[in-house]
T-cell receptor
């Protein structure tokens, strides 16, 4: 069964460094999403992406964040200058259609020191 | 209360019993989805119910939706030890995403099935 995959599973970085989190959505899906979950808290929506552009973004998704679909398979989230409070589990999700089930990857645990 | 808020926060039952979890929300929705998360793992999609539906079944899962009360329930029948996990409701709120709306998650119900 097709799955969303994410790499790396765990990323440790120093405050102020740039990180790129990578996702490979399910191959025939058209809608892509990033979420984060700070330890012990709710899953929070960051951004959605469709037709090669951002469709919706939350207040969390400020100028430090960017997303890209550099080729036909990868979907990346970049954090330009990480802060301690960016430490969280980051989940990628994809969906074949709008207003539909979203299928989540296993997540990347980001630790900012 | 916040959008997509589940209750109870924790539920412990014996294997074989039924487990019911509730979710309340505040806004207009396109659909409501339930997810399961095992400790430290990813989110597994369980079931989606659209705003014009009132009840949906999938295997041992039964979901209801009452849009007038802005609430949903998830019933797991004949629970098993493997059902131990956190369960989240997530709403696809009517918004500007044009089909690419982000989901709004609740805090979840932690379900423990005792063998």
């Amino acid at each position: 069964e097709p799955e969303v995959t994410q790499t790396p599973s765990h990323q440790v970085t120093q405050m102020g460094q740039e990180v790129i989190l990578r996702c490979v959505p399910i191959s025939n899906h058209l809608y892509f999403y990033w979420y984060r979950q700070i330890l012990g808290q709710k899953v929070e929506f960051l951004v959605s992406f469709y037709n090669n552009e951002i469709s919706e973004k939350s207040e969390i998704f400020d100028d430090q964040f960017s997303v890209e679909r550099p080729d036909g398979s990868n979907f990346t989230l970049k954090i330009r200058s990480t802060k301690l409070e960016d430490s969280a589990m980051y989940f990628c999700a994809s969906s074949p259609l709008g207003y539909n089930e979203q299928f989540f990857g296993p997540g990347t645990r980001l630790t900012v020191l | 209360s916040q959008q997509g808020e589940e209750d109870p926060q924790a539920l412990s039952i014996q294997e074989g019993e039924n487990a019911t979890m509730n979710c309340s929300y505040k806004t207009s929705i396109n659909n409501l989805q339930w997810y399961r998360q095992n400790s430290g793992r990813g989110l597994v999609h369980l079931i989606l119910i659209r705003s014009n539906e009132r009840e949906k079944h999938s295997g041992r899962l039964r979901v209801t939706l009452d849009t007038s009360k802005k609430s949903s329930s998830l019933l797991i029948t004949a629970s098993r030890a493997a059902d131990t996990a956190s369960y989240f409701c997530a709403t696809d709120d009517v918004g500007l995403g044009g089909g690419a709306d982000g989901l709004t998650f609740g805090k979840g119900t932690h379900l423990i099935i005792q063998p």
